[in-house]
């Protein structure tokens, strides 16, 4: 039997939960998908815990606490690590990744014609709507580097699913927030890639993670990865 969690880092997102689970779930009981839903919270002080943990009687949902904030990347491969499932799909929990797609991200993993699937603003179809021209111009040039390491439209997507083991495999410390490129980028050509289109929305609820340590986490990876690429022997 196939085996998936859904892994969502969090931090301070209280006001998204609820909304969050009942659109996971409502996809859950329609398209018949045995996953469960694993949080890993990095130390919110917005009861975003407590939040989570009002939902254990009304659904497959766990929580997995962390008393330090370390990162997004770094919650992701604790919440690959805290299971044994095939397969994870990674979204967040600010409500930016449409819960009626992740049947479609999941769909070539079980059929086995893919190793990652990856919901894509950047593709015939999706779409960034909230978004002024400024915050879509920054977007872009933000990627350009990112396609050093992988041929992909949308290289810096936060909304994907892949086989479990290709997250904790990989190689040394993630910083930042960009797992799905460090994915990417370790295991290049051998990693057979879809991309689906999406419509990313930006958040009702909460405050934006993004500020100057995010910046320089992405240009640290962005540094490692060109280390290991042209550098290593």
Not at 12 to 21: Q, R, S
Not at 86 to 94: N, R, Y
Not at 178 to 201: C, H, Q, W
Not at 203 to 215: A, Q, T
Request: hydrophobic content about 45%.
């Amino acid at each position: 039997m196939t085996t998936v969690t859904i892994i969502i880092p969090t931090l301070n997102e209280a006001e998204n939960i609820d909304i969050l689970l009942e659109r996971i779930l409502q996809v859950r009981e329609a398209s018949r998908l045995a996953f469960d839903v694993l949080f890993v919270d990095s130390a919110s002080k917005d009861g975003t815990g407590d939040r989570i943990d009002a939902w254990h009687n009304r659904g497959p949902v766990r929580l997995l606490r962390r008393q330090v904030n370390v990162g997004l990347a770094g919650a992701v491969i604790a919440g690959a690590k805290a299971t044994d499932s095939q397969f994870i799909l990674v979204m967040d929990a600010d409500l930016s990744h449409p819960a009626e797609a992740i049947p479609d991200l999941l769909a070539p993993l079980i059929a086995g014609s893919h190793d990652m699937v990856i919901g894509s603003r950047y593709v015939a179809g999706g779409a960034t709507p909230d978004w002024p021209l400024s915050r879509r111009l920054s977007s872009r040039l933000a990627t350009l580097p990112a396609l050093l390491f992988c041929s992909v439209n949308d290289p810096l997507a936060g909304f994907f699913a892949v086989e479990r083991r290709r997250v904790v495999e990989l190689p040394g410390d993630v910083p930042g927030f960009k797992i799905g490129l460090a994915v990417l980028a370790e295991y290049g050509s051998d990693l057979r890639v879809r991309e689906i289109p999406i419509v990313f929305r930006d958040r009702d609820f909460g405050e934006s993670k993004m500020n100057r340590k995010v910046i320089l986490d992405y240009l640290r990876q962005l540094i490692g990865l060109a280390r290991r690429r042209f550098f290593r022997r």
